[in-house]
């Protein structure tokens, strides 16, 4: 398998971090990312798995059947923050990558934007579609298709999935009109911390799922590299809340006395010039 002899991002020098998923962090812009380079054949199988033939993804079946019905619904922390941030902003036209099964979709349209959404998996695009929302199927790069430029382009939970990671902010830059907004969530690379006893479990999906980890820190850096002013950026600071699970609880108390570290990064940029 090839892998990166530098930063895939700003190709500075690279160190090993974590040898049991084969990930490094570049010592220039802090960004953390598997050293492996995977075949768009390992990516397709791997992600063809995951939405077709396993139960990982089963919750957004259930999301999909309760947006099918018009059953209302509420949005997740990371979602409902970033748009309650862009919709206190002049914004008509906004693109949203890895669109799943249309919720973000379905909530922006009753509130009268313009949307289109991206989907790499054409089945779960096609779901969206069905729902009366503007979702097609393909990757990030399928921006710079659009000769329109949008005030927002969203991504949650879609960043740690890309392989491309200059390419994606090459392509969303170009995208963008001048000051427009890119609204995401990755997961926190920090959460290892809360498991010292384990430092080399991630707790959350490793490659060639996520091929990037992320932190505010190395955040900071990518984002101001990429062209992009930060507007917020911050770390949920409690657990997700999962009654059946003894953390949850040990969690919530560290987070009292700050001694917790969050699960979700999320956070808003306004575009300021070309990567």
């Given at each position: 398998?090839n892998?990166?002899?530098?930063c ?24 953390i990312?598997?050293?492996d ?9 791997t ?7 396993s ?26 923050k ?22 973000v ?26 729902l ?39 392509i ?23 498991y010292?006893?384990?430092k080399d ?25 990429a ?34 570290h ?11 010039r070309?990567?």
């Amino acid at each position: 398998m090839n892998s990166f002899d530098k930063c895939k991002f700003c190709s500075g020098q690279i160190r090993p971090i974590n040898s049991r998923h084969n990930l490094v962090l570049c010592v220039d812009c802090g960004l953390i990312f598997c050293k492996d380079i995977f075949t768009d054949t390992q990516i397709k199988d791997t992600y063809d798995h995951l939405y077709n033939k396993s139960t990982k993804y089963q919750p957004y079946q259930t999301q999909f059947n309760r947006l099918a019905k018009r059953d209302l619904f509420r949005l997740g922390w990371p979602k409902r923050k970033v748009i309650r941030h862009i919709l206190g902003q002049k914004v008509n036209d906004v693109c949203e990558v890895g669109a799943g099964i249309g919720m973000v979709g379905v909530y922006l349209k009753k509130r009268n934007l313009t949307y289109l959404g991206i989907e790499m998996d054409s089945a779960t695009a096609e779901k969206a579609s069905s729902l009366g929302i503007d979702v097609r199927a393909g990757s990030f790069t399928q921006l710079a298709a659009y000769s329109e430029k949008f005030d927002v382009i969203l991504g949650f939970e879609v960043i740690e999935h890309i392989q491309e990671l200059r390419d994606f902010f090459t392509i969303v830059s170009k995208s963008l009109k001048t000051g427009g907004l890119l609204g995401f969530s990755v997961p926190s690379y920090n959460k290892v911390l809360n498991y010292p006893m384990d430092k080399d479990r991630l707790h959350q999906d490793g490659p060639p799922i996520h091929v990037n980890f992320f932190t505010l820190q190395n955040l900071t850096s990518i984002l101001q590299l990429a062209g992009f002013e930060i507007r917020f950026l911050e770390t949920k600071g409690r657990p997700y809340f999962n009654f059946k699970k003894l953390d949850t609880y040990r969690f919530i108390l560290k987070a009292l006395v700050g001694k917790y570290h969050g699960p979700t990064i999320i956070g808003v940029a306004e575009k300021s010039r070309l990567l």
